[in-house]
């Protein structure tokens, strides 16, 4: 059989060693690596990445010194009795015939405590301490910590280092005049500016020696003022070349850039642009990155000679099997990263251990595991949302006979009209991936069906679960009911699902998650930037960086009208949006703004009126008013539907309740999921 991705799965030869494919795992923090007691779980993390196929993994990043950290006691690599410890990690991926690099990454100025240093002393934008700056000694410390650090990987087993040369780390500081002021043989002219990058590489290489992959990954976009032009990016990559790098692996934008560059809403493949364009200046391989999560999209750029490697960090996450099935030509059983960071860049932000949301296993693969049942039992699953198709779909891979109803014509739920939302396609994949698996798996789909207890108790059950999901609330605002019946009000599932026309001016009521999906649905009217690379390009203000520093300098975002005037509204007294995902909420906010969505906190509905909606202010009701709109759309949250649960339990069978139908109140799919799986795999 002819490979189905043949540039994907050629190998890859280093001169020393061999890579067995293109796909390098882009190193992510888990929280895994901040104490040596997780050292085990990392192993496993890492081990069945490497049986499922990874070409070469990269470790989240090691800091090569206290000074160097992440935050207090974050994750470093400074002792050989360190070294030794992490010899379960690299033991484990030998064993399945993988390959890891680790990476050192010193923070610089975005280090958050105190002894941070850089190049001058700056405070980041995002960070609460600012840095000292270093003395040309300090400088010179900070490169042998880069070495130690790189000798001690060697010790411990690791194949190669990856030096952390983007997203605003401490090289990047001292590459850019937006952060580096020195004056010395360290600031200044661009030789200067890129003596320390030059000097760790070569001296790393000198102390390692030649059969030891150095990966060095540098910023192709800083998406900053008065960042890296196009030409000093050439040659910074000569020069890292012939310093000694095996590898170019490549990052988009500062972590303090206000340009997304890896949320859902990035169109895939958006930045692979300038990866292409590095390629030719440069003899050894380029690797490009951001928003490649499928093995289609990693092949096209491979083809197209847009680099020799392609990096993907989360979509490993999402599935730890993803090369071998798309070696067997059974990608469509590849369970999809859908970008929404909300399990595992999310998690990081609020100091959990990071995993995934379409895969609850992932950084938890010697905690929940999927264990054939001792005792196969006959269960139904009512209700094919995420919930009940994780449970369904874990249970019959256990063994269990399962029987998954739903009522509606399509497996999905309210991923339905998740999908629907401009730059949320992604949630066509986990669908297709869940549609799928229930295939392979052997679930027994009844679509259209809706369940009932008369049927669930005839049907003789071992055990049911419950995954009904939720209806949307009906708030009791005078008027409201009425208007719901003539058409003036809609809810969001009228909108989403059902495709009500919606006029000019609309005020949606709830300013939640749903709030403002259903806002950039109504402003985009039907057109996604996430699916028009150069509209989204312009949108954000994104330029070449031959023409502009960093992307930005001078480029003003060319934002195209929206297509209605959308009022968004909540009772609370706080900012709109607070509660959105720790690292996406600002995106939803900022595409809102160009929007021109008018957002209004501190709202009481009084009445809905056949002009509008009447309005008032605070506890005091002031500024009484009537918000003139052709449609008002309720988003305000959800209630359990659950009304099968008495019956079931009246009738002896052992009953669950799960995702909506179990708590409304602040789900969202990775509860559901989590909830679905973890239940399936204990019964
Ligand atoms: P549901 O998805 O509601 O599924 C319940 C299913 O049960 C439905 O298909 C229903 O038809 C079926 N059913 C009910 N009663 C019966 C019966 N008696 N017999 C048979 N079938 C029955 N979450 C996120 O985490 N991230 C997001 O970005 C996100 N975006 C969203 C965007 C929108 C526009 C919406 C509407 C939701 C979004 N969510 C998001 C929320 C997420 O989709 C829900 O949290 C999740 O779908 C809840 O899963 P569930 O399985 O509990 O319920
Ligand atoms: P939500 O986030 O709980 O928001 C409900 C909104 O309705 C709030 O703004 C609330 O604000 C308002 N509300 C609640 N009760 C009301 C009432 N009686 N009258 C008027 N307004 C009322 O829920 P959601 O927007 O429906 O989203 C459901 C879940 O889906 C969320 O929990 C979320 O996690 C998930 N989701 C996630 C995303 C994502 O991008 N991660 C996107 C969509 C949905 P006030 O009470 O202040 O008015
Ligand atoms: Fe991808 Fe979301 Fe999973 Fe993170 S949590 S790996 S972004 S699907």
């Known amino acids: 059989m002819t490979s189905p991705y043949p540039h994907l799965l050629a190998p890859l030869d ?19 690596e901040d104490g040596d007691e997780h050292l085990p779980r990392l192993a496993a993390f890492f081990a069945e990445r490497a049986r499922g196929g990874a070409g070469l993994m990269i470790t989240g990043g090691y800091a090569p010194n206290t000074e160097g950290w992440l935050a207090p006691n974050s994750s470093q690599l400074t002792h050989r009795s360190a070294a030794r410890k992490h010899r379960i990690v690299t033991d484990a991926v030998h064993a399945e015939g993988g390959k890891i690099v680790l990476q050192i990454l010193h923070c610089g100025r975005y280090g958050a405590h105190p002894r941070s240093v850089s190049c001058s002393a700056t405070q980041s934008p995002i960070t609460a301490f600012a840095a000292r700056e270093l003395s040309p000694l300090g400088i010179e410390r900070q490169i042998a910590a880069f070495v130690r650090c790189a000798a001690l990987a060697r010790e411990a087993g690791y194949d190669g280092v990856e030096v952390m040369g983007s997203e605003g780390y401490l090289i990047n500081q001292f590459l850019v005049r937006h952060t580096n002021h020195r004056s010395d043989r360290w600031g200044g002219s661009l030789e200067n500016r890129m003596r320390l990058p030059v000097e760790i590489v070569s001296r790393v290489r000198e102390k390692v020696g030649p059969d030891f992959i150095i990966v060095y990954r540098m910023s192709l976009l800083d998406l900053v003022p008065d960042g890296q032009s196009w030409d000093e990016t050439v040659l910074l990559a000569k020069a890292v070349e012939k310093a000694g790098a095996t590898i170019l692996n490549t990052g988009i934008g500062w972590h303090e850039a206000r340009v997304p560059t890896i949320a859902t809403s990035v169109p895939r493949a958006a930045f692979a642009w300038l990866s292409r364009k590095l390629k030719p200046e440069v003899g050894i391989p380029v690797c490009t990155s951001n928003r490649i999560n499928t093995p289609e999209v990693a092949e096209q750029l491979l083809a197209d000679g847009s680099a020799d490697m392609v990096s993907m960090a989360r979509p490993l996450l999402a599935d730890a099997e993803f090369v071998n099935k798309a070696a067997r030509n059974a990608a469509a059983e590849i369970n999809t990263c859908i970008a929404c960071n909300q399990a595992c860049l999310d998690h990081i932000f609020t100091g959990r251990i990071a995993s995934c949301l379409v895969n609850p296993r992932a950084c938890f693969e010697t905690l929940l595991n999927y264990r054939p049942a001792a005792r196969p039992k006959k269960i139904a699953v009512v209700g094919a949302g995420p919930a009940g198709l994780a449970s369904a779909t874990v249970l019959a891979q ?15 739920g309210q991923f339905n009209m998740a999908k629907r939302i401009p730059g949320k396609e992604e949630f066509h994949e986990s669908l297709r ?23 669930l108790i005839a049907g003789g059950y071992d055990e049911v679960i419950l995954a009904t999901g939720v209806t949307p609330r009906e708030p009791a605002i005078p008027g409201l009911a009425a208007a719901l019946a003539s058409g003036k009000a809609l809810t969001y599932v009228d909108v989403l699902l059902r495709g009500a026309p919606v006029g000019k001016r609309v005020a949606v009521v709830g300013a939640g998650g749903i709030g403002y999906d259903v806002s950039e649905f109504l402003v985009e009217g039907g057109h996604s930037p996430t699916l028009d690379t150069a509209l989204w390009l312009r949108q954000w203000g994104v330029a070449d960086p031959a023409q502009a520093r960093g992307g930005v300098a001078g480029v003003q975002p060319q934002v195209e009208p929206p297509a209605r005037e959308v009022f968004l509204l909540q009772r609370k007294s706080s900012k709109p949006g607070a509660g959105l995902g720790k690292s996406t909420g600002w995106i939803h906010r900022t595409m809102l703004n160009m929007k021109r969505v008018q957002a209004f906190s501190g709202v009481n509905y009084e009445a809905v009126e056949p002009a509008g909606l009447r309005l008032s202010f605070g506890e005091g009701r002031v500024k009484p008013q009537l918000l003139e709109v052709d449609h008002i759309v309720v988003c305000a949250g959800q209630e359990p539907l659950r009304e099968l649960q008495a019956p079931l339990q009246a009738a002896g069978i052992r009953t669950h309740l799960i995702g909506g139908a179990d708590v409304a109140a602040e789900l969202d799919a990775k509860r559901a999921i989590d909830q679905g799986s973890r239940l399936a795999a204990e019964i």
Do not use: P, Q, W
């Open 398 to 412: 256990r063994g269990h006979r399962v029987d998954l109803f739903e009522a509606a014509a399509e497996i999905g």
């Open 433 to 455: 991936y869940y549609g799928r698996l229930v295939e392979t798996s052997g679930v027994r789909l009844h679509l259209g069906c809706r369940a009932d207890a008369a049927r």
């Open 14 to 32: 280093l001169g020393f060693t061999r890579l067995k494919n293109r796909v390098l795992m882009g190193s992510m923090h888990t929280g895994l």
